[in-house]
């Protein structure tokens, strides 16, 4: 086990990730992971820095995945506004999707803690945001007058309750339909 480091990260993230799913984060130690495993806690340590490094890397991988299947929606020939409500509309389903997963804590508990898993996964849909409104601006579909920082910043805060999993986890009552009549609210406050 101890030749492959690559391996066995892998091996103590699908472990951890169980454990998480299984027993909740904190209840969930490193030495439970390592003793799982049947390696040292120490030996851990050589590839996380802490529990929290080893969920983040999870939680990473997780937004990851859901930014990748958001910016398809972004990246299709459509205008500003269309790109903009696939956008939400993905996001919101992902959301909802995995919110019903047993793993959904650690999205949501990196989301409360801004975790850097957070952090850039926050970052790249304000970057989305940003884009979308520029391009939107160009081609005339939205309005030029707000400052860029503060139409990004608010359309960001309207939508935390779809995007943000600690939001999310907090609303469970919303669902996409919703978000689809924000991002309308939003769409039409956008219009020249």
């Given at each position: ?41 120490a030996y851990i340590y050589k590839f996380f820095n802490s529990k929290q490094d080893i969920a983040d890397t999870i939680c990473t991988r997780d937004y990851a995945a859901m930014l990748n299947v958001a910016n398809e929606a972004y990246t299709a020939k459509d205008t500003a506004t269309g790109k903009f409500r696939r956008f939400v509309r993905s ?102």
């Open positions: 086990m101890r030749g492959d480091g690559h391996r066995l990260r892998q091996v103590v993230l699908a472990c951890a990730e169980a454990n998480f799913s299984s027993a909740g984060y904190t209840r969930t130690s490193v030495s439970n992971i390592a003793r799982e495993i049947g390696i040292s806690k996001l919101s389903e992902q959301n909802q999707a995995r919110r019903l997963t047993v793993g959904y804590e650690l999205l949501a508990l990196s989301a409360r803690d801004n975790w850097p898993s957070y952090e850039s996964y926050d970052a790249q849909i304000v970057l989305f945001l940003r884009r979308v409104i520029l391009e939107g601006r160009a081609a005339s579909e939205f309005e030029r007058s707000v400052p860029l920082t503060d139409v990004v910043r608010g359309i960001s805060l309207a939508f935390g309750s779809w995007h943000n999993p600690a939001l999310v986890e907090l609303n469970a009552d919303t669902d996409v339909f919703e978000a689809a009549a924000i991002s309308n609210l939003v769409l039409r406050s956008l219009a020249p």
